[in-house]
C-alpha cells in the first residue's frame, strides 16, 4: 500500500501517478481538509495557471536549486499538458509561456483530477496525520482522530505554511522531521513587500511598468520587471512577488521608473521636454509621461518647487534622472504567510535522491512539491514543480512497492 499524505496538487498527481502503476485499490490519500485540492482552486485568480512551457529552463530558488532538475527533465510543462489533455481538460498557452485551462476554471482542473482518482478506485481518508514512524518494514501514520494507517511506502506531500486559509500549517515539515530530515527555516515567499517610506500613501492603487529590486549595502540581490502596483503598506505586482524572497538579505526597495531607457537617453529626452514645456509650469513636466502622483513624487524627491518653470528645470534634471532611475524607499518586510503564495526554505533536498524523490534516510519514504525547499517565480512554476515532482514521487514509489 502507498500512502500519500497530503491531497493537493502535488499529492493528486503523485496518487494517479502510483495508481495507474500498481493499481489505485493499492493507493491511499489522507488529506485533513474536507475536500482535497483546496489550495489549487484559488491559483491563477481562479483560472489555474498550470504551467508555464518555460518552467523546464529552470529559475527555481532554494539551497540546492538545481535539485528540481531531474523532477523537471522527466515530466515537464509538455508531458504535464499532455497529462491534462489526456484527462479531458483542453489546454492554452497565453503570454510569458502561462498555461491556462481554455475554459478558465479552476475548478475545471481539479475535477478531471478527481474524476481519474475515482476511477481508479484511490481512497481519500480525511485526516490529519500527526506522527510517522517505520515499524517492521512498514510505515505507521498516526492521526489525530487516534487512527492508524500503515503502508509499505508514503509520499509526504502535505506544502508548506503558505495560504493557511486552505489548511496549510506544516505538518509535513514534523512528519519528515521525526524520519530524521532536516528543516530549512521558511518563509513567506511571493508576497507583498513592506515600506515606511513617508509617502507611500500618495501611491496608493497606482501601477507603473518599472524594475524594482532588493539593495543591501549598496549591491542590488534581486531585480525584477514589469507591472508594479503600490499599496498603502508597500508594493504589490508580480515582480515585487518575485523578488519577496530575497526580502531578508534587503535593507531597501529601489525603483526605475524607467527601466526602457538607460541615465543618457533619459537624460536627453528630459532636456528635450524642457524646451518643448518651457512655458509650463514644474508640477505638469511629467504630465504625459508618468502617473500624476508619481510625477509629484518624483519632482519633491529631486527638490524641484512645484511652481518653478520649467524653463528653469535644467539644474534640476541630474536629479530627476536619478530619482527616476533609482528611487528609494526602505523595505520594512513582507506581508506574512497569510498572504503569500508560497512558501520559502523547507526540508532540506539533500535528504533526498532528486531523480526518485526518495528519502536517502529511509527507504520508501518520499516527498514531493512545497513541503521541499524549492519555489519557483510566478507563471506556472509552482504547480509544475508540484506535478513535476509529485509524478515522480508516484511512479517511483509504484517502483519501490513492485521491487518488494
Known amino acids: 500500500m502507498i500512502i500519500i499524505i497530503g491531497g493537493g496538487a502535488s499529492g493528486l498527481i503523485a496518487a494517479v501517478a502510483a495508481g495507474n502503476a500498481v493499481g489505485g485499490g493499492n493507493v491511499k490519500i489522507i488529506e485533513k481538509n474536507d475536500r482535497v485540492g483546496r489550495k489549487l482552486l484559488a491559483t491563477g485568480s481562479g483560472r489555474c495557471n498550470l504551467t508555464n512551457i518555460n518552467a523546464a529552463l529552470g529559475g527555481y530558488t532554494g539551497e540546492d536549486a538545481g535539485f528540481s532538475a531531474a523532477a523537471l527533465r522527466k515530466f515537464g510543462p509538455k508531458d504535464t499538458m ?103 527555516d521558511v518563509y513567506p515567499a511571493l508576497v507583498q513587500l513592506r515600506t515606511n517610506f513617508a509617502d507611500i500613501k500618495t501611491l496608493n492603487g497606482v501601477r507603473v511598468n518599472a524594475g524594482i ?46 527601466p526602457d531607457m538607460d541615465k543618457e537617453a533619459l537624460l536627453r529626452l528630459l532636456e528635450k521636454r524642457v524646451v518643448n514645456l518651457r512655458c509650463r509650469r514644474a508640477d505638469e513636466f511629467f504630465t504625459g509621461f508618468f502617473h500624476k502622483a508619481v510625477g509629484r513624487l518624483l519632482l519633491k524627491y529631486a527638490g524641484v518647487p512645484p511652481g518653478l518653470p520649467v524653463s528653469a528645470l535644467k539644474d534640476y534634471l541630474n536629479k530627476l534622472v536619478g530619482s527616476i532611475k533609482s528611487f528609494h524607499m526602505p523595505l520594512s518586510g513582507v506581508l506574512g504567510f497569510a498572504e503569500a503564495q508560497v512558501t520559502g526554505g523547507g526540508i532540506r533536498t539533500d535528504g533526498f535522491n532528486p531523480r526518485t524523490m526518495e528519502s536517502v534516510i529511509q527507504k520508501g519514504l518520499y516527498a514531493a512539491g512545497e513541503v521541499l525547499d524549492i519555489y519557483g517565480p510566478c507563471g506556472g512554476y509552482n504547480l509544475q514543480w508540484a506535478w513535476s515532482s509529485g509524478h515522480l514521487a508516484g511512479v517511483s514509489a509504484a517502483g519501490y512497492i513492485n521491487d518488494l
Do not use: W
Open 82 to 184: 499532455e497529462f491534462f489533455e489526456g484527462l479531458g481538460l483542453v489546454t492554452r498557452i497565453e503570454e510569458h509561456g502561462r498555461v491556462y485551462p481554455k475554459c478558465n476554471l479552476a475548478s475545471a482542473v481539479l475535477d478531471v483530477l478527481r474524476n481519474e482518482i475515482s476511477r481508479l478506485n484511490i481512497e481519500i481518508i480525511h485526516a490529519e496525520a500527526s506522527r510517522l514512524s517505520f515499524e517492521r518494514s512498514a510505515f505507521s501514520i498516526y492521526c489525530t482522530d487516534k487512527r492508524k494507517i500503515m503502508g509499505r511506502s508514503v509520499i509526504v506531500s502535505a506544502g508548506g505554511r503558505a495560504a493557511p486559509v486552505f489548511g496549510s500549517n506544516g505538518g509535513g515539515y514534523n512528519l519528515l522531521i521525526q524520519m530524521g530530515h532536516e528543516l530549512n
Open 213 to 258: 529590486g532588493l539593495r543591501r549595502n549598496g549591491r542590488v540581490v534581486a531585480y525584477q520587471e514589469g507591472e508594479l502596483q503600490f499599496t498603502n503598506y508597500g508594493v504589490s505586482g508580480i515582480p515585487a512577488l518575485n523578488v519577496s524572497g530575497a526580502a531578508g538579505q534587503g535593507s531597501d526597495i529601489v525603483i526605475d521608473f524607467s
